[in-house]
């Protein structure tokens, strides 16, 4: 152990100023993303320093992969004259001192980040155990690279070229397996998450494989084999995520899917439809379609899944329609469903727009003169779960598994009320696509949304449109604050106050359980006429 | 106990034989030269002696130990020094030192300091500032201050300029003055060898040739210079270990490589009867050459 140690403070003796130049990046966008947070939110030099802490996470990640390799290579165990081997040491003895090295580094700007987060930024501790997690996948990842590139170089020069070399490989392999994969088919979250875990596990052994044949067994072209096996095995899940082949793991293992399918085939025999509303005033070629789903359970929301939607004629598929959601309700009809409120059984479609790019012929075609287009989309479908709520006032907070919302400031004018509103454990942002306002991104597939609700008369409000959010990420810190703007029905302006309103959060999806795909076709309905729209605006 | 024992010693690369049937032993405390020609199997011998790489057949013992089995309790006893270590360039003569001393439980800070000054190295420079002699020398140094049982030495001289080799040469005299260790040298600088070694193994191709105390050698191998005074001597039927038959006018000059063998009766009487024969002490590079060169220029087998 005393000689690990030994060989562990040699190597920092030996790369102190890239250690020093990892720690001085670190302290520079822990400064950074502390200026933000402590400045406020939607000026414009705070998008630009959210640029510059990016580029530091980056120039940190790519630095700590540099100082990592070279600590391997500092007794490098391809080259036969290394000085190590002169020493009285095993290979187990090396690989454990170089890991301990290696792991240092790594651990190095997470462990400064704990610290300032912890002393200097006050975070709660419970907040701060997420960086673990963040440390575990990026950093380990970062280091498993290292140790498996550091270890098959025998130097510098040759640690490039094994890197530049595998990046081409795969870059030119996945460039030849394209035109073989189908086109732009979504895949479920289940599938996607299969995929996804099954990369990394596929990463993750073949640079275990390679570091520990290097150390342990010394045979250098059984660890090419390695990586050749971990890159050919690499393209054929990332290929195999779109085709039959696809895997998915979550369908199997979680008994939640099974409510979910059953779901599906309720909604897959009658809920569909779409027509065509609008048409842009200046371009024949583009039309809105209004798609509206109908038929979903209490606390389901339906929503694309993909942001294209596939027309086809005899069963080829002809273009491609980007769907898009011109106003979300399903969040609102989530919590109104929840809060057992009453509602039209109108109310309850779930509407979603698609904007056709396609030619002006096949325009023609869609407005109802063929019936032989159809439109395929996937959608998902979720369940809401209600998080908790809170009163309406300032200093209010809300505990729940997506960190703690704390209420800042709220102001009102009657019109619209105005929520400062802080979570220390996810994103705030505000999204222009799919859910309009303030939405906490804790996943792809997941969301958080804040709505507002009069107890009184019954009223259910989500975010406006000139709703801000920021959020920050450092080291899995995250920090969003948000101005959730809330625009009051004028019946409601004069008679309701402050105190008759709560706010709720609602948890849409989660990635592990309670979301699921399906692929759906879209039957146009014929419109006689379409009226251009000239208020139309993107 | 032999400090090395080498019995039917086989690496194969591939196709290419490295080293066939090799066999050699090093007695404990004596300083024993590998010699051979590039290419004729010295590093590989010493790199399966350090168990670096495995042999394809046979085995070695190192103090006492299969050289596939050596760890770093054997290491510990076993100083290494070739041509082709690569020392850490950033660290000073006094940071290798440093790093190096908690390897080895039986490091001496008093033999340190004596070959630090031995050596003349200067303490405070980086590695990379240094010569190549003076790395040779910082390399023998820190393989020397943990006394060890042997001292392995794979082309120390390579690349060196005579005045330095002069100076290593020197300095690892010195050092053999100061500890009872084994000295295996690998080398095919043969001058430099002459004055260090007191047993030499030669080796080509991968096969042992030779296996003797220098001191044998020396008096085994004679130039022979034959002044035949008119006569005409029975050139055909020479004495396989007559080697380099050169004959003149007047004269033959041949090696003899069993000079020392004969006592009373000598084969030059009988071959040249009445002609003056006179004989001259040859160097180890003479004999080096004259075995390579003999046997390179036919096929027939020398007895040496």
Not at chain 1, 256 to 279: D, F, P, S, W, Y
């Amino acid at each position: 152990m005393t000689l690990i140690w030994h060989i562990v403070k040699k190597d920092i003796r030996r790369f102190w100023i890239g250690i020093a130049l990892l720690i001085g990046l670190t302290g520079l966008k822990l400064f950074l993303v502390g200026g933000v947070i402590r400045a406020g939110m939607g000026t414009d030099w705070n998008n630009r320093i959210m640029l510059y802490e990016f580029l530091l996470l980056i120039a940190e990640l790519i630095l700590s992969f540099f100082v990592a390799a070279a600590i391997v290579q500092e007794d490098p165990v391809s080259e036969s004259g290394a000085f190590w081997q002169n020493l009285p040491i095993t290979r187990l003895q090396l690989i454990a001192a170089k890991s301990s090295g290696v792991i240092l580094i790594c651990t190095l700007p997470a462990v400064l980040t704990l610290a300032v987060g912890l002393l200097v930024y006050r975070m709660p501790v419970n907040v701060m155990g997420c960086p673990l997690i963040v440390v575990a996948e990026v950093h380990v990842a970062t280091c498993l690279l290292a140790f498996a590139f550091g270890s098959l170089a025998r130097n510098f020069a040759q640690l490039l070229y094994w890197i530049i070399g595998v990046a081409l490989s795969l870059f030119i392999l996945s460039v030849i397996i394209a035109p073989l994969l189908p086109d732009r088919v979504p895949v479920t979250p289940g599938t996607h998450l299969t995929h996804t875990f099954l990369l990394n596990f596929i990463c993750v052994v073949a640079c275990v494989a390679v570091t520990l044949n290097q150390y342990l067994a010394e045979s250098r072209n059984r660890s090419i084999v390695f990586l050749a096996t971990g890159m050919l095995l690499f393209l054929y899940v990332l290929g195999a995520e779109r085709s039959p082949l696809s895997l998915d793991f979550l369908a199997v293992l979680e008994p939640a899917q099974n409510n979910l399918n059953r779901e599906i085939a309720l909604l897959k025999a009658n809920v569909v439809q779409a027509e065509i509303t609008r048409q842009k005033p200046d371009l024949d070629a583009t039309e809105l379609l209004h798609i509206s789903v109908q038929g979903a359970s209490h606390g389901l929301i339906i929503s694309p899944r993909s942001y294209f939607g596939k027309w086809m004629q005899s069963g080829i598929a002809q273009d491609w329609a980007k769907i898009y959601r011109a106003r979300d309700d399903s969040l609102k009809h989530a919590v109104i469903q929840a809060f057992g409120f009453p509602s039209s059984p109108e109310k309850d479609d779930l509407n979603f727009g698609a904007e056709s790019t396609i030619s002006v012929g096949d325009a023609d075609l869609l407005r109802g003169r063929s019936s032989s287009y159809t439109g395929q989309i996937v959608l998902n479908v979720q369940e809401t779960i209600i998080d908790g709520q809170m009163d309406l006032a300032k200093g209010a907070s809300l505990r729940s598994n997506y960190g703690t919302s704390k209420i800042r400031d709220v102001r009102s004018d009657g019109s619209i009320i105005q929520v400062d509103l802080e979570n220390q454990e996810m994103l705030l942002t505000a999204e222009s696509g799919w859910f309009v306002g303030i939405t906490g991104v804790a996943g792809s597939a997941s969301h958080i949304g804040y709505v507002i609700v009069n107890r009184k008369t019954q009223t259910v409000l989500t975010p406006a449109r000139t709703s801000a959010g920021i959020g920050l990420y450092a080291y899995g810190i995250f920090v969003g604050r948000g101005k959730l703007q809330f625009v009051v029905p004028p019946s409601e302006s004069s008679s309701s106050s402050l105190t008759d309103w709560i706010m709720v959060e609602a948890k849409i999806g989660d990635v592990h359980s309670s979301i699921k795909s399906f692929k759906e076709d879209v039957l146009l309905k014929e419109v006689p006429t379409i009226k251009r729209d000239a208020a139309w605006t993107e | 106990m032999n400090a090395i024992e080498i019995n039917n010693l086989t690496r194969r690369y591939g196709r290419t034989d490295a080293l066939v049937d090799l066999s050699l032993t090093v007695h404990t405390g004596s300083i024993f030269a590998l010699l051979g020609p590039n290419g004729a199997g010295k590093t590989t011998t010493i790199k399966i002696l350090m168990n670096l790489i495995p042999p394809t057949s046979g085995r070695a013992t190192v103090l006492g130990v299969e050289s596939t089995r050596i760890g770093p309790k054997e290491r510990a006893q076993i100083g290494y020094v070739s041509e082709n270590q690569t020392l850490p360039l950033w660290m000073s003569v006094r940071q290798l030192l440093d790093y190096c001393r908690p390897f080895y439980p039986s490091w001496d800070r008093n033999l340190e300091t004596t070959l630090l000054k031995q050596f003349n190295l200067p303490e405070d420079r980086k590695l990379k500032h240094l010569s190549r002699g003076m790395l040779m020398k910082v390399a023998l140094m820190s393989a020397l201050s943990y006394r060890p049982k042997l001292l392995v030495l794979d082309e120390p001289f390579s690349g060196l300029d005579p005045l330095v080799r002069d100076d290593f040469v020197q300095g690892i005299l010195e050092a053999s003055d100061l500890g009872n260790w084994t000295v295996f040298i690998s080398s095919h600088d043969i001058d430099e060898i002459e004055r260090l070694a007191d047993h030499v193994g030669v080796i080509d191709g991968g096969r042992t040739k030779l296996n003797e105390s220098s001191e044998s050698l020396l008096m085994r191998f004679r130039r022979i210079e034959v002044n035949l005074q008119g006569q005409t001597p029975l050139l055909e039927e020479m004495p396989t270990n007559w080697l380099a038959v050169d004959r003149a006018s007047e004269r033959v000059i041949f090696i003899d490589s069993r000079y020392s063998e004969y006592t009373a009766d000598s084969p030059y009487q009988r071959y040249f009867p009445d002609a003056v024969v006179t004989s001259h002490p040859m160097t180890l590079r003479e004999i080096f050459l004259t075995l390579f060169r003999s046997d390179r220029k036919t096929s027939v087998g020398i007895r040496l």
